[in-house]
């Protein structure tokens, strides 16, 4: 057991953020990020290739987090993968003492910097849970006898805030029953949301993780210019921004972070939080000792 299953098997409100790999080998600012974070939250998530955008193999950023002394969550997409690489990377994954992986589908590549490559969707999400079940009951995609089988905590994505909601439900239902130890939602804005999708899921078998989004004058520019990954944030919330000045902006999306954390724990509205920052990754230590996480 390690330290983030340890949280949520023990009803700890638990604390995850997630950072994205380096575009390049420079590792310095992504070791830096680890190390602000390591000691403050019970698990790291490690994106792959989020947005469709290149970056350093989950796999090999999720080893270096750990050699850092930080527990990881890596992120697997069937875009880029089929079931073979997929079963290859869960069994490396395995033997690098990696056990949260969180298979993805993957945003659509047109998202992307490189929109002609060809995505692969051998698996989806589902079909990869399953396969990651079949690994450690010892039987590899083929049906093959493996030598040494994983053990995994495995989960999956949800989206509280999809249009229509049921078909999102029904995928979420089909994850649980694919044995999903943990869901981990896209941004949360509107918790009415998070409470209705959280009363029509199956919350004994898995534990539910809501994404809150850090929220600064860069993911405002962006979304102003482009469809950046994640939900995207509602018209009122960015008129907000759109008037302020960097620092005050900045101390906007730190003060809405931290209420969104209070009200989701206190509301018992999920069993921890899973905060990002996509271009101000150093907001998310300051947001989480204001919140007293």
């Known amino acids: 057991m390690n330290k983030f299953q340890d949280a949520l098997k023990s009803g700890k409100f638990a604390v995850t953020a997630g950072l994205t790999p380096p575009k390049g080998v420079n590792l310095a600012p992504f070791r830096q990020q680890v190390d602000a974070l390591k000691d403050r939250v019970d698990a790291i998530t490690i994106s792959d290739n989020r947005g469709a955008h290149l970056a350093m193999s989950s796999l090999a950023a999720s080893a270096l987090a750990r050699q850092q002394g930080s527990e990881v969550i890596c992120t697997l997409n069937c875009r880029d993968r089929n079931r073979l690489a997929l079963a290859a990377d869960l069994l490396g994954a395995y033997a690098l003492g990696i056990e ?8 659509y590549l047109s998202f992307g910097d490189s929109p002609h490559a060809m995505p692969v969707f051998d698996l989806d999400s589902v079909q990869v849970l399953e396969m990651a079940r079949s690994l450690e009951n010892g039987t590899a995609p083929g049906g093959q006898d493996l030598n ?8 999956g994505v949800a989206n509280p805030e999809a249009k229509p909601l049921p078909p999102q439900v029904m995928k979420c239902l089909k994850k649980i029953r694919a ?28 534990r539910l993780i809501a994404g809150v989004r850090l929220i600064g004058p860069g993911d405002v520019a962006r979304q102003a210019s482009g469809n950046p990954p994640g939900n995207l944030i509602p018209p009122e919330i960015m008129s907000e921004f759109q008037s302020l000045e960097e620092s005050r902006a900045f101390d906007l999306g730190k003060r809405r972070a931290v209420e969104m954390i209070r009200c ?3 509301r018992n509205l999920a069993h921890g939080v899973y ?12 947001v989480i000792a204001a919140a007293e996480m």
């Open 264 to 266: 989701i724990k206190t």
């Open 275 to 286: 905060l990002r920052a996509d271009l101000h990754p150093e907001m998310i230590p300051e």
């Open 179 to 206: 044995r999903a130890d943990f869901l981990i939602t896209l941004d949360v804005y509107d918790l009415q949301k998070l409470e209705a999708f959280a009363a029509q899921i199956d919350l004994v078998e898995a």
């Open 148 to 155: 040494g089988a994983p053990v995994f905590f495995l989960g």
């Open 100 to 107: 949260n992986i969180l298979p993805v589908s993957g945003d």
